[in-house]
């Protein structure tokens, strides 16, 4: 089950497409939307000044990889 972390600065004014994200991601990890977890966070960026992103973001996933074992 991937989880998707985005922490977007509390002062960002641009909107967080959440559901086109979690069809784009489910699409390139071949998960469906009630396995694919997305999370947003608003929050304070207390980072140097040389990271000037707007969002960050976390993935985390758990899967097998039976496509890639030897026969």
Not at 46 to 56: I, L, M
Request: net charge neutral.
């Amino acid at each position: 089950m991937p989880l998707v972390k985005l922490f977007a600065r509390n002062n960002l004014t641009k909107a967080v497409p959440l559901a086109s994200l979690q069809s784009r991601l489910c699409d390139v990890w071949g998960t469906k939307p009630d396995t694919t977890k997305l999370m947003l966070f608003r929050c304070e960026d207390w980072t140097d000044e040389s990271f000037q992103e707007d969002v960050y973001v976390d993935i985390r996933a758990y899967g097998a990889l039976n496509h890639l074992k030897s026969a």
